[in-house]
């Protein structure tokens, strides 16, 4: 598995498939080994980002995202060219020898696929104007014609120096969504959601042979390498065989269907298998000759979303998982784990949270793993071993119960489980709908909390299984839950930017909703559980009264969405994380709102943040960040004069007004003690 941990959003394959590169939520862009799992020393940033793509040679990786697209070097992760801006840009694609690249864009204002010089930036010949949505572009092997696929029911044939179109478009009865170029140029193939498949020549535009029929939508096509056969992927299930130049059946190969649809489709090299992937969650390998399955399929923990094919090394990008395959017949499952290092070093945990006695952390990952790390006091980084809370995907939270005999995990496998902590084993298990995205335990450990992606949160009592209320149904994505000190209120932070509080116990719904004003992806009580702060993806953290649900007029800027917070167990300080591109931790004080200390730096990625029970330490991790833990020293609120005395005792120095230092004489020192 590609380690990009705080969950993989793009991926490709080198041509050779020798390398692969991920980007994930952060922005940032790996290049791995796809033979040891180790990562190439080379990295960059692109925000937002949406899609990734190798030039023809893998000299180039062009990424998209931010309203931009951009080209890098593989060698040295140093751009290429000038930035290239195509107002929402959703793809790129290289020309056969790797000079341009080709970009499509769908806006208010225009729906366009341009051609652009790599090396540059510069535009090349004219926008190739559309009327609705190009979902699929691709280049002739000579690299003299483009072919786009579009939501107007059309394929279009454009001259790749001008930008010109070239011939009539092609015409579906509903949305080209896949289009191919025969390698020798003289048919093109489009795939509709009319549920046909076409053949068309590729200089005029008129059919050529059969309509390619299946039971419904038409979501993939490809040519097998000597253009001979074409192989169709539909929503109906199925993937099918096509004569390349008549387009009529091959009866004598019957795939078998999958138990979803078939959304990506393609020959291996040499023509003699094929793959299928499908949204009942395989990838399969296939004889062209027989139709007979290659091995098992290989299964995935959640909807492919995305296959690149290299030879017979194949990458996928499942949920937020990228995986590697060997497809040599017979299909294997992944044969390498892409983590930069098993050691601490590059332990990289999604959420932690401290033991009651402070010593330990306890860190789930995205592999469904958990971790203990000691941080004694005065200790240095300390052991990590695995921890025995195994998850089939990955871990989203992490808690204590008060007591501390008790842990709390909640996880992308659509449960949350309670376990004994000395014993390391499952005391019970929440099943959910969908992934599981935080759980907490009530004030005195009798009920747990879970915020769910159905939209949905629930009190459970763990120890029966049950839920103690109606579960809490919201109008989006419940992305975190607290409960009130007291245990009576439990907030919800949901994606409608609202916050709300419920009654744990009755039916009765929140009297007032608390309007953050964007997408809330934090909150906390105080320790009295007088206020309740919110976090968002605004950069901003707002703080309410609870009794009132009215805001105390405190908002706290940040340079980054507030990942996480918490209040210090004094509830004299309020802990912020904010991430994209900001990743720091911040101290504030909740009743002022002013800044306590300095913030303290980590690397990109960083998600959650949890104050040791005594308040004496934070910790902070996520994604790309290893686990760090910072000390908290307390400001001196006596007299000025006798802080200057301490220092002056425990240095033997003094500092004037003007900060000159000086040591002080034997006397002055004595007569100081």
């Known amino acids: 598995m590609l380690a990009s941990a705080t969950g993989v959003r793009a991926i490709a394959l080198s041509p050779d498939g020798r390398v692969a590169v991920t980007g994930d939520d952060h922005g940032q862009v790996r290049l791995w080994s796809t033979a040891t799992g180790d990562p190439l020393p080379v990295a960059f940033q692109h925000p937002n980002l949406a899609w990734i793509t190798f030039s023809p040679e893998g000299e180039y990786v062009a990424t998209v995202g931010d309203g931009i697209a951009r080209v890098w070097r593989t060698t040295t992760g140093s751009p290429e060219g000038e930035p290239i801006r195509h107002p929402h840009v959703e793809r790129a694609v290289f020309s056969p020898d790797g000079r341009r690249i080709l970009t499509h864009a769908q806006s208010k204002s225009e729906t366009t696929a341009r051609l652009w010089e790599v090396h540059t930036g510069r535009l090349v010949g004219r926008a190739m104007p559309h009327d609705s949505r190009i979902w699929s572009a691709v280049f002739s092997r000579d690299g003299r014609r483009i072919l786009t696929g579009c939501g107007d029911m059309t394929a279009r044939l454009w001259d790749a120096d001008t930008g010109l179109p070239v011939g009539a478009p092609m015409r579906h009865q509903h949305e080209v969504g896949a289009v191919a170029f025969r390698p020798d140029g003289a048919l093109v193939l489009t795939g509709s959601q009319d549920g046909s498949a076409r053949l068309w020549d590729a200089t005029t535009g008129a059919p050529a042979g059969e309509r390619m029929l299946h039971g419904r939508e038409v979501w993939a096509v490809a040519f097998s390498q000597d253009g ?37 489709v393609g020959f291996l090299s040499g023509g003699g298998w094929i793959f299928t992937a499908s949204e009942d969650r395989t990838l399969r390998l296939w004889s062209a000759d027989t139709g007979d399955l290659a091995g098992e399929g290989m299964h995935h923990e959640d909807r ?14 499942s949920g937020s998982r990228a995986v590697v395959w060997d497809l040599a017949p017979p299909a294997r499952r992944h044969t390498v784990s892409l ?9 990289t945990p999604e959420n932690l949270a401290f033991s009651r006695n402070g010593n330990r952390l306890l ?40 007591n501390g005999e008790w842990v709390l995990t909640a996880s992308s496998d659509l449960t949350a489980r309670v376990w004994s902590v000395e014993a390391e084993q499952p005391l019970a298990n929440l099943p959910h709908s969908e992934r599981v995205v935080k759980a907490v335990f009530s004030p005195n ?34 992305l975190d839950v607290a409960f009130h000190p007291d245990g009576d209120l439990l907030a919800t932070a949901c994606a409608d930017g609202l916050a709300r509080l419920w009654s744990v116990t009755t039916n009765t719904p ?43 007029g405190i908002v706290l800027q940040h340079d980054g969405e507030v990942v996480d917070l918490a209040f210090s167990p004094d509830g004299h300080l309020l802990a912020t994380a904010s991430s994209l591109g900001d990743d720091r931790v911040r101290f504030w004080s909740p009743t002022n709102g002013e800044l306590v ?39 001196f609120r006596g007299d000025p004069q006798e802080a200057r005395l301490q220092v002056e005792v425990l240095t033997w120095h003094t500092m004037d007004d003007q900060g000159i230092r000086r040591p002080l004489d034997p006397p002055t020192w004595k007569f100081s003690w």
């Open 363 to 402: 860190m789930g990952d995205h592999e469904g793993g958990t971790w203990w790390w000691h941080v004694d006091p005065g200790m240095d980084t300390g052991q990590v071993s695995a921890a025995g809370f195994r998850h089939e995907n990955r871990v989203n939270s992490v808690a204590f119960s008060k």
């Open 228 to 264: 001979k056969r074409v192989l169709t992927g539909s929503l109906d299930g199925t993937a099918r065989l096509w004569d390349g130049h008549t387009g009529e059946p091959l009866r004598s190969v019957a795939i078998p269907t999958h138990h979803g649809p078939v959304q990506d």
């Open 304 to 317: 492919i979303q995305e296959v690149w094919v290299r030879g017979e090394t194949a990458v996928t990008l």
């Open 597 to 635: 200390g300095t913030s303290v730096q980590v690397c990109c990625g960083l998600q959650d943040l949890d104050f040791a029970p005594d308040g004496t330490r934070i910790a902070a991790g996520g994604s790309n960040v290893r686990p760090a833990v910072a000390e908290i020293v307390p400001a």
């Open 510 to 552: 929140p009297a007032r909703p608390l309007n953050h004003g964007s997408r809330i992806l934090a909150v906390a009580f105080s320790p009295d559980g007088k206020l309740l702060a919110t976090g968002g993806s605004d950069r901003l953290v707002r703080v309410w009264r609870v009794a009132t649900q009215l805001s105390t």
């Open 445 to 478: 450990g009798d009920l747990v909390a879970t915020a769910c992606k159905d939209h949905t949160a629930a009190v459970w009592r763990w120890a029966t299984a049950t839920h103690a209320r109606t579960p809490l149904s919201h109008p989006a994505e419940v």
């Open 339 to 347: 983590r930069s290092e098993a050691s601490y070093g590059d332990l």
